[in-house]
């Protein structure tokens, strides 16, 4: 179907440890977007790619797009208690409506 | 600040209760979306608002009546709801619809049915 699959559901790491979270789709995305929900906030957009094979950065985060457009990733390196939080990918509607239809989310927890 | 603006953040309501969500948005955009956001599962969206229009209904319970007067506003108007209604419910909007743009999430309303 349209679902995107999201692993893991949780991540704890040590702070100045990396983390990544992975995105797949059993049929071909046409683009993947990132969001970031804080704890007790609302999620808030990331990044979107579209390209086959896309890598894109922002500061610590990496973000890439598979060669057949079917996985996503975020990686984070040198985590900061900053950086907890879920994070989700989203596709977009594959017929219309820009409709966003949203993985699990990752829940990334720092310790100090 | 994100430009969409969510009353009330908290709200408590019985299962015989009437209420409403409100969702306004400064951005100019087109398209305004509804969002249940329940403990452990992902993001449902429940409702699609294309200029005022409602392009989709995601098999949602009549239960929950959405409402677009224009394109900045829009409610989610909730009646005999049950326990299991309770929920983040949040509301975004995007430049347009048919085209893949960002979506903008207000805070979300933190419904409490009892």
């Known amino acids: 179907g349209q679902q995107v699959m999201q692993i893991p559901q949780y991540q704890h790491v040590q702070e100045g440890e990396d983390f990544t979270t992975y995105c797949n789709s059993s049929t071909t995305l046409s683009n993947i977007q990132w969001y970031k929900q804080r704890p007790g906030g609302h999620p808030v957009f990331l990044i979107q790619?579209?390209?086959?094979?896309e890598v894109k950065k922002q500061k610590r985060l990496t973000f890439q797009f598979g060669e057949a457009k079917k996985n996503s990733s975020l990686h984070i390196t040198a985590t900061q208690t900053t950086d907890v939080g879920t994070y989700f990918c989203a596709r977009t509607g594959g017929t219309s409506y820009g409709k966003l239809t949203f993985g699990q989310g990752t829940i990334l927890t720092v310790h100090p | 600040e994100t430009g969409v603006t969510q009353t009330p953040r908290h709200l408590v309501m019985g299962m015989t209760n009437k209420k409403s969500l409100k969702c306004e948005q400064h951005l100019g955009h087109n398209a305004m979306y509804w969002y249940k956001q329940s403990a452990k599962k992902p993001l449902e969206l429940m409702f699609v608002y294309s200029l005022e229009e409602r392009v989709e209904n995601n098999s949602v319970p009549s239960r929950f009546s959405p409402e677009c007067p224009n394109s900045s506003h829009l409610f989610l108007h909730l009646h005999t709801l049950q326990p299991e209604d309770s929920a983040l419910y949040l509301c975004?909007?995007?430049?347009?619809?048919?085209?893949?743009?960002?979506?903008?999430f207000g805070q979300g309303t933190r419904l409490t049915v009892v």
């Open positions: 790619l579209v390209k086959s094979g």
């Open positions: 975004a909007s995007s430049q347009v619809l048919y085209v893949n743009t960002e979506a903008f």
